[in-house]
């Protein structure tokens, strides 16, 4: 009889995938599902980083490419920290990797022995906790609800670190929030972590262009953890190239060269053309940024107003990405057709099956009280979405 790893049975599969395979599902029988469970960007590629893979096609980049990236990517990120962020790297310092979810878990597999803490916000992005534990490490959570902004406070961190604490995951902007710290709020953090000379934090920014509130700021900024920060950043969700699967680390030269050392052995360096692609992203006029950030802050303020006025539902105003996370908890309890909601994964099954709108539990973020909606789609499809679930929820006694 075959028996998978202790490894793998550990490891609860991804719940965002598994909704947004629900609603594919549904639409194949015919079903006009919304899928507002799927983070990323609903904008093509700009034709600009197109050209440039096509280019690269034709002058055959079609080899192996150094484990962690062509130098020409890595000095274009070198280039790019240094002028959006204020950041001195070198480019031995960055590993390019098959997306920024590889990225995260090289770092965690590169650091993280069994018996390892690991200090972990919660709303959480839901592939933090499962690469812990494919680590051997121990998750410890720190919980912030909507009243204080899903951000937590230096006391809190202080709070969860023990002598067994090896790492931090901080996100932001968040998924699944949307929050965004403040350069205060990370200076507060930061004289927390630099009591703790052994911890490392790893800096998720995948989201940095999606900030409607200014600058974005990264934790790395600060000189008195600097050297132990790993900055998290990709192609992904600024540049809309979701699919091109390219990701990165800056980080100390040790954790870099661990990562480099992994990866040469699982992956190898990532995809050459995509490569050349997200070189071009960096090099080029940063143009189609604004002009998604844009479209995606005129579809939070209307996420927003239509959320409020779905009764039962507590609201705040995301500052970044493209999130929406209400606490829906007042359902919790009711009842349609013989069937109760227990919780925010019951809910989220109602919606999609009575409402025809894919959402996913926030208990798969560690947030069993809230639900999250992607604003990664159309404003006509936003509209008819939370007007469905509106009247669904109209049907719950």
Known sequence: MSQISERLAVLSPSETLAMSQKSEELKA??????????????????DFIKDAANKAIKDNFSFYSPVSGFLSLRNAIVDKLKRE???????????????????????????????????????????????????????????ADIGQNFKITPTQLDAAITRRTKALILCSPS?????????EELEGLAGVLAKYPDIVI???????HINYIGKHESIAQFSEIRNRVVVVNGVSKGYAMTGWRMGWIAA???????????????????????????EAA????????????????????????????IPGFKVNQPQGAFYLFPDCSAYFGKSFQGKKIEDSTSLSMFLLEEGHVAAV?????????????????????????????????????
């Open 361 to 397: 539990a926030g208990s798969a973020f560690g947030a069993p009280n809230y639900i999250r909606f992607s604003y990664a789609t159309s404003d006509e499809q936003l509209i008819e979405a939370m007007q469905r679930v509106k009247e669904a929820l109209k049907k719950l006694e």
């Open 202 to 208: 790893i800096s998720d920014e995948i989201y940095e």
């Open 175 to 183: 998924n699944p929030t949307g929050s965004v710290y403040t350069r």
């Open 252 to 278: 100390p030269q040790w954790i870099a060269s661990a990562c480099n050392k992994l990866q040469g052995q699982y992956t190898s360096g990532p995809n050459s053309i995509a490569q050349k692609a997200s």
């Open 29 to 46: 029988q015919g079903i006009n599902v919304i899928n507002l469970s799927v983070g990323e960007p609903d904008f093509h590629t700009p």
């Open 85 to 143: 962020n204020n950041l001195d790297y070198k480019p031995e310092q960055i590993v390019c990797s098959n997306g920024a979810k590889q990225s995260i878990c090289n770092v965690i597999l590169s650091i993280i022995d069994p018996g390892d803490e690991v200090v972990v916000p919660a709303p959480y992005w839901v592939s933090y906790v499962e690469m812990v534990k494919l680590a051997g490490g121990t998750n410890v959570i720190i919980s």
């Open 282 to 309: 960096y090099k080029g006029q940063q143009d189609c940024v604004e002009t998604m950030r844009t479209a995606f802050e005129r579809r939070r303020n209307l996420m927003v107003e239509l959320a409020k006025k």
